[in-house]
């Protein structure tokens, strides 16, 4: 068990919809990361975050918004679903958020876009 | 921009017999390197990092890695490959910037 929560584990929704993934770090840790999967994209960075403030950010769509909350906890807002956003997205934290840091995952969340 | 590759998208191996998976990272210092493994419905388990010092590096489950700075690599090696080690295996390496960039990863099947 890597310490990090993801809810909800599965979700199914129709295009045009909005969508709403949430993440909880491992306690002690100040950073959360939010990555993509897919079978053709492979693993892909979206954005990081770190004690409520926006550090990196990947290749996340416009569509696409992220947040961290004072309690550290972090939340993907994904919006005008396409069916190419169907895939796993994975949450994961690290204490400090630096290149050093390993990062923790969560089990993912798996988005299906009908 | 740094980039990580794994040469092999599925390796077969049968148990007991040796691993090796590649890694080619391409990047102007000495990059903070990792390797994650992820089994089926799960999310990605750190077995090993090498941030300096010594080249070989030992990680958890039997696994190794080492950095061979004149070809650009990080390949994991296990001695003794067991079914439980089935999964994907993935490559990365921390940027200045803070992102970690993944590798496409490696499937590993393991024969009886």
């Known amino acids: 068990d890597s310490g990090v929560t993801q809810t909800p584990k599965h979700l199914i929704t129709a295009t045009g919809q909005r969508v709403t993934l949430r993440c909880s770090p491992r306690?002690?840790?100040?950073?959360v990361y939010w990555y993509q999967q897919s079978l053709d994209q492979g693993l892909q960075f979206l954005i990081q975050y770190y004690n409520g403030e926006e550090r990196a950010k990947g290749n996340i769509l416009e569509r696409f918004s992220a947040q961290q909350f004072p309690d550290l906890h972090s939340e993907l807002n994904l919006s005008s679903l396409e069916l190419g956003d169907s895939a796993l997205y994975f949450c994961?934290?690290?204490?400090?958020?630096?290149?050093?840091?390993?990062?923790?995952f969560g089990n993912g969340t798996r988005l299906t876009v009908t | 921009a740094q980039s990580v590759t794994q040469p092999d998208i599925h390796i077969t191996v049968s148990e007991g017999a040796s691993l090796e998976l590649r890694c080619n990272y391409s990047?102007?210092?000495?990059?903070?390197l990792f390797w994650y493994v992820q089994s089926p419905g799960q999310g990605l388990q750190l077995l090993l990092k090498?941030?300096?010092?010594?080249?070989l590096v030992q990680g958890i489950k039997g696994f190794e890695a080492e950095f061979k700075r004149s070809q650009s690599s990080f390949n994991l090696r296990k001695p003794s490959v067991h079914w439980s080690d089935a999964a994907e295996y993935f490559c990365?390496?921390?940027?200045?910037?803070?992102?970690?960039?993944f590798g496409a990863g490696t499937r590993l099947t393991v024969k009886p």
């Open positions: 090498y941030f300096s010092g010594d080249t």
């Open positions: 990365a390496v921390g940027e200045v910037n803070n992102d970690m960039r």
């Open positions: 990047y102007g210092a000495t990059p903070y």
């Open positions: 994961a934290s690290s204490v400090t958020g630096t290149p050093n840091s390993p990062l923790h």
């Open positions: 306690s002690g840790d100040l950073s």
